[in-house]
């Protein structure tokens, strides 16, 4: 059996009901002897990606992206707690010891530096007009379609690979349109909506309500109870 890392120890409670593939994660689970020097430079075009757009003033693009990142943080907080009131597997995995630190169970760094562009990206997608169609469709919603839809075909083609694992049948491609809706629909329609908010303050309240969320579930599940 693979060796838990110390930050595991404490949410496992038998490791014999764990799933194999969760083991691997929890092997890795915040070692600092898994840093890759990659993740300097990955971190560096994440602040050019922002900074670009603060110098040109894109406080809707910059505050849209900050929105989808922070619902990413949440989805991967209540799966961690998936994996710990289960004490089975997370509703989806990253076993992989390639990551240059896994954060939590279902959420290595790379990955959430990737959403932390995502948000920005499909903001700048957006036409300045939000009223418009495109095919008799709003575009917003189009958009958030068509995003949505390319996210989940490579998450399929992370999943053939086995670099991100499922293992409930209700997570998979057996009910694909669960992973669309709330795996990464949501994640758009809430990163257009902030970005359109007519109000700064609006804007602001909204991202810092999302991030604030997000930081008192780790501060309580990982930093007090250490659940995930």
Not at 90 to 112: A, D, F, H, R
Request: glycine share 8%; proline share 4%.
């Amino acid at each position: 059996m693979l060796q838990l890392s110390p930050h595991a120890i404490d949410m496992v409670k038998d490791p014999s009901t764990i799933s194999a593939y969760s083991l691997q994660s929890l092997a890795i689970l915040r070692d600092p002897h898994q840093f890759k020097w990659q993740v300097i430079t990955l971190f560096l075009l994440v602040l050019y990606v922002y900074q670009s757009q603060i110098s040109k003033k894109n406080w809707s693009v910059v505050l849209g992206g900050l929105a989808l990142w922070g619902c990413d943080w949440f989805n991967e907080i209540w799966n961690g707690l998936v994996f710990y009131f289960t004490q089975y597997a997370p509703v989806w995995g990253t076993p992989g010891n390639e990551t240059s630190y896994l954060i939590l169970i279902g959420l290595n760094i790379e990955i959430t530096m990737m959403f932390a562009v995502m948000g920005v990206v499909a903001c700048l997608a957006l036409p300045a007009d939000k009223h418009m169609k495109i095919f008799g469709i709003p575009n917003r919603l189009l958009i958030a379609i068509g995003f949505t839809t390319a996210a989940v075909i490579v998450e399929m083609i992370l999943n053939a690979m086995g670099a991100l694992t499922w293992e409930y049948a209700w997570w998979s491609l057996k009910a694909p349109w669960l992973l669309w809706l709330i795996g990464y629909f949501y994640f758009f329609a809430v990163a257009f909506w902030v970005h359109d908010m007519e109000k700064m303050k609006s804007k602001l309240i909204a991202v810092g309500t999302i991030l604030g969320i997000d930081a008192a579930c780790l501060i309580v599940f990982s930093g007090i109870l250490g659940w995930i």
